[in-house]
């Protein structure tokens, strides 16, 4: 395999494909390929690869072209905690589990095998780095060690430092963005958790006896939007626009649009209201930076897997865990049903020996409990009974062929489904009335910025879709374990 080279900012980047497909689960433990694991706090497909011309994310693209990439793929509730502890189990969130950015696997899926937990009881070693669980005690069982949480300065110039207030609970609450002007990576936490991450794949590379499962989770581009000054410059603040749908979406339903109230705990943010056009685009310039910030710390860590030698027996997969608003329907954060908020990046890569279709895009339909069956296939690892998902390998050998032609998610009181064309999306009351509904037909309105659920046109339309969320509801609930 030719040596493949991946670096942040000037330094040449690539990778090799990694691993080679399972055989059986009963094979030695020192023949199976090993796993990185790469989550990405709050990443939008904001990035080159995935359509975003304006973007500087040179390391997931090139990561993007030794692999196969999801483009349309869909998290299961768009909050970091719910997200990843669906995630990590297979399981569908509910009305009753994983609901909320404080959701944990452990308790709201309690006796249910993790991921990392089933890797650990095949004779893995698993090792947690960065955020991966939204707590870090989530399933602790299922980590070889203690989980490592490193952090940093959050602020570091006078100007934010001096911005920050108490709020009403005594919490300190700083600015939204900051450009940090000429400091180092490692000033910032994700720059920390690079460098702790490559001294860890140094002491798996002196351990092959034993498959390792690395998770690494990165921090941005979550807020507050923070990063040198370098990656501010690489997106100059003329060049910033506002969505071309600025605006709340025609006939949406009472609260499909929220207030954005995560961001409206920053001290430069006013509590209610449209924010001003000028603070709207520093807020997606400073999302910008902060993405190519961790792109570029990502591209550390995978420069030094390659020179390592750990490509030839190692899968990778990156995810980011739900989609963000940029100012599309005037919100911001994630917290809704609308796609910005649950639209992700998923790549998967293999090593060479697998003969998968490499440095290639398949458009089907996928979700993020799907990347638990995949990964055990991959690895050959049994698949538990209680998973909800489908392995996404047969895609990852033809791109052009799928495994579901629809992906379902919910927030709150909505329940949605897309399909190839629509998106459909239900709100209801506590006893389960029907409160409101929307349909994007995302042929005519990939925006999503008109409601057509009750124009005559679409009548049949919304009578299958809606037959078919509640088909899907029903059988999540008959199945959850």
Same mark, same amino acid.
């Given at each position: 395999?030719?040596?493949?080279?991946?670096?942040?900012?000037?330094?040449?980047? /690539?990778?090799?494909?990694?691993?080679?497909?399972?055989?059986?689960?009963?094979?030695?433990?020192?023949?199976? #390929?090993?796993?990185?694991?790469?989550?990405?706090?709050?990443?939008?497909?904001?990035?080159?690869?995935?359509?975003?011309?304006?973007?500087?994310?040179?390391?997931?693209?090139?990561?993007?072209?030794?692999?196969?990439?999801?483009?349309?793929?869909?998290?299961?509730?768009?909050?970091?905690? /719910?997200?990843?502890?669906?995630?990590?189990?297979?399981?569908?969130?509910?009305r009753d589990r994983f609901i909320t950015y404080t959701s944990r696997a452990d308790q709201e899926a309690a006796g249910v095998t993790t991921l990392n937990t089933h890797f650990k009881a095949n004779g893995y070693r698993t090792l947690s780095l960065g955020k991966v669980f939204h707590h870090p005690a989530d399933s602790l069982d299922g980590w070889s060690e203690r989980p490592r949480r490193p952090s940093a300065k959050r602020y570091v110039t006078s100007a934010a430092?001096?911005?920050?207030?108490?709020?009403?609970?005594?919490?300190?609450?700083?600015?939204?963005?900051?450009?940090? *002007?000429?400091?180092?990576?490692?000033?910032?936490?994700?720059?920390?958790?690079?460098?702790?991450?490559?001294?860890?794949?140094?002491?798996?590379?002196?351990?092959?006896?034993?498959?390792?499962?690395?998770?690494? *989770?990165?921090?941005?581009?979550?807020?507050?939007?923070?990063? #040198?000054?370098?990656?501010?410059?690489?997106?100059? /603040?003329?060049?910033?626009?506002?969505?071309?749908?600025?605006?709340?979406?025609?006939?949406?339903?009472?609260?499909?649009?929220?207030?954005?109230?995560?961001?409206?705990?920053?001290?430069?943010?006013?509590?209610? *209201?449209?924010?001003?056009?000028?603070?709207?685009?520093?807020?997606?310039?400073?999302?910008?930076?902060? %993405?190519?910030?961790?792109?570029?710390?990502?591209?550390?860590?995978?420069?030094?897997?390659?020179?390592?030698?750990?490509?030839?027996?190692?899968?990778?997969?990156?995810?980011?865990?739900?989609?963000?608003?940029?100012?599309?329907?005037?919100?911001?954060?994630?917290?809704?049903?609308?796609?910005?908020?649950?639209?992700?990046?998923?790549?998967?890569?293999?090593?060479?020996?697998?003969?998968?279709?490499?440095?290639?895009?398949?458009?089907?339909?996928?979700?993020?409990?799907?990347?638990?069956? %995949?990964?055990?296939?991959?690895?050959?690892? #049994?698949?538990? *009974?209680?998973?909800?998902?489908?392995?996404?390998?047969?895609?990852?050998?033809?791109?052009?062929?799928?495994?579901?032609?629809?992906?379902?998610?919910?927030?709150?009181?909505? $329940?949605?489904?897309?399909?190839?064309?629509?998106?459909?999306?239900?709100?209801?009351?506590?006893?389960?009335?029907?409160?409101?509904?929307?349909?994007? $037909?995302?042929?005519?309105?990939?925006?999503?910025?008109?409601?057509?659920?009750?124009?005559?046109?679409?009548?049949?339309?919304? %009578?299958?879709?809606?037959?078919?969320?509640?088909? /899907?509801?029903?059988?999540?609930?008959?199945?959850?374990?």
């Amino acid at each position: 395999m030719p040596k493949l080279t991946f670096c942040s900012q000037a330094r040449g980047l /690539a990778i090799a494909l990694l691993l080679a497909l399972p055989c059986s689960a009963d094979r030695p433990s020192n023949s199976r #390929p090993n796993v990185l694991f790469i989550a990405v706090d709050d990443l939008r497909p904001e990035i080159t690869s995935f359509g975003a011309d304006q973007m500087v994310t040179p390391n997931i693209d090139r990561l993007a072209k030794r692999g196969v990439r999801f483009d349309r793929a869909y998290c299961m509730v768009p909050t970091c905690g /719910a997200s990843r502890a669906s995630l990590m189990t297979g399981v569908r969130p509910a009305r009753d589990r994983f609901i909320t950015y404080t959701s944990r696997a452990d308790q709201e899926a309690a006796g249910v095998t993790t991921l990392n937990t089933h890797f650990k009881a095949n004779g893995y070693r698993t090792l947690s780095l960065g955020k991966v669980f939204h707590h870090p005690a989530d399933s602790l069982d299922g980590w070889s060690e203690r989980p490592r949480r490193p952090s940093a300065k959050r602020y570091v110039t006078s100007a934010a430092l001096n911005a920050q207030v108490k709020d009403k609970k005594g919490r300190t609450r700083g600015p939204s963005w900051e450009d940090g *002007g000429d400091v180092p990576d490692e000033t910032y936490t994700d720059g920390v958790i690079a460098n702790e991450a490559i001294e860890r794949l140094r002491e798996l590379a002196q351990q092959p006896e034993q498959p390792f499962f690395f998770a690494v *989770g990165f921090t941005k581009p979550h807020l507050p939007f923070v990063a #040198p000054g370098r990656y501010f410059e690489k997106y100059p /603040a003329s060049d910033v626009r506002l969505p071309g749908n600025y605006f709340p979406p025609k006939n949406a339903p009472s609260g499909a649009v929220h207030n954005s109230g995560e961001l409206r705990a920053y001290s430069d943010i006013p509590r209610t *209201g449209l924010l001003s056009e000028d603070k709207a685009r520093e807020l997606i310039r400073g999302y910008r930076a902060a %993405t190519s910030y961790t792109d570029a710390n990502l591209g550390r860590v995978l420069e030094a897997f390659d020179e390592l030698g750990l490509a030839e027996n190692t899968i990778i997969v990156l995810w980011g865990d739900h989609g963000w608003n940029l100012g599309e329907h005037t919100l911001w954060c994630k917290h809704s049903c609308f796609e910005t908020s649950l639209h992700s990046p998923l790549i998967f890569v293999a090593p060479d020996s697998m003969k998968f279709t490499s440095g290639t895009a398949s458009s089907s339909l996928v979700e993020f409990i799907d990347i638990y069956p %995949t990964l055990c296939e991959l690895a050959g690892l #049994p698949l538990p *009974g209680h998973l909800q998902g489908h392995s996404l390998t047969a895609i990852m050998k033809d791109p052009q062929s799928g495994v579901k032609d629809q992906a379902v998610s919910r927030f709150g009181s909505g $329940d949605t489904i897309r399909t190839d064309r629509y998106r459909y999306t239900q709100y209801r009351s506590k006893n389960g009335q029907v409160t409101g509904h929307m349909l994007y $037909d995302h042929q005519q309105d990939p925006g999503e910025n008109t409601n057509v659920a009750d124009e005559v046109a679409y009548t049949d339309v919304v %009578t299958s879709l809606a037959d078919k969320l509640q088909a /899907a509801i029903e059988v999540s609930r008959e199945n959850a374990p």
